[in-house]
Every structure is written in structure tokens, then in C-alpha cells.
């Protein structure tokens, strides 16, 4: 079993920054890839940014230029670096996690989620 722990949400202003981290322990042989995802009140959940350990990345469009999104392979830790963020990106915050328990077992996590609110 693998259990991954989001931090570091809170409450900012509008132009402000805030740094995601997502801890993840357990059965780990390999994680192969981290995502960020965030849920608002009333939509549907969305990914922000992607991950492989490999180092490669995908943002949403909405997020490009802003948001950075890392993982340190020795640590099993994606952090989420969120600059100039805007009142839209108020939502709950989950992290994923694409994980090898063995060689050969491969299963899909989530974190608890991590409020943001940006406020204007």
C-alpha cells in the first residue's frame, strides 16, 4: 500500500505564490509519474501538471508560465510551484501518483487533497 501526503495550501492573494508538496511512502519500488490535480466547488476534477521520473511535463493551458511542477526521485516528493496565482485557481489540490510496488505491480494513488484560495 502506498499513502501520499499533500502540504503547503492555504489562503493568498491574488499575484501571490504557495508551494505544493506531496510526500509519498509505503511499498514504493519506482514511481513513474506525478500529477497535480485541483477540484472547484461545482466543476469537475481537472489535471494541472504532470510528471514523469524521467523529468518530462505537462501543464494545462490555463497554468502555463505559472505553475512548475518538480519531483526529487530520491525523496518520492512532486512538489507544485504555484507564481502569480489568481482567484480561478481557488480549488482543492490532489495529488497522484502512478506507482511500481514491485518490478511488476503498477497501481494508481491519491492524496487527500489541499485546499487553495486565492483571494482578489
Known amino acids: 500500500q502506498v499513502q501520499l501526503v499533500e502540504s503547503g495550501g492555504g489562503l493568498v492573494q491574488a499575484g501571490g505564490s504557495l508551494r505544493l508538496s506531496c510526500a509519498a511512502s509505503?511499498?514504493?519500488?519506482?514511481?513513474?509519474?506525478m500529477d497535480w490535480y485541483r477540484q472547484a466547488p461545482g466543476k469537475q476534477r481537472e489535471l494541472v501538471a504532470h510528471?514523469?521520473?524521467?523529468?518530462?511535463?505537462n501543464y494545462a493551458d490555463s497554468v502555463k508560465g505559472r505553475f512548475t511542477i518538480s519531483m526529487d526521485n530520491a525523496k518520492n516528493t512532486s512538489y507544485l510551484q504555484m507564481n502569480s496565482l489568481k482567484p480561478e485557481d481557488t480549488a482543492v489540490y490532489y495529488c497522484?501518483?502512478?506507482?511500481?510496488?514491485?518490478?511488476?505491480?503498477?497501481?494508481?494513488?491519491w492524496g487527500q487533497g489541499t485546499q487553495v484560495t486565492v483571494s482578489s
Open positions: 510528471i514523469t521520473s524521467g523529468g518530462s511535463t
Open positions: 497522484n501518483a502512478l506507482v511500481l510496488s514491485t518490478p511488476t505491480y503498477m497501481s494508481n494513488y
Open positions: 509505503g511499498s514504493i519500488f519506482r514511481i513513474n509519474a
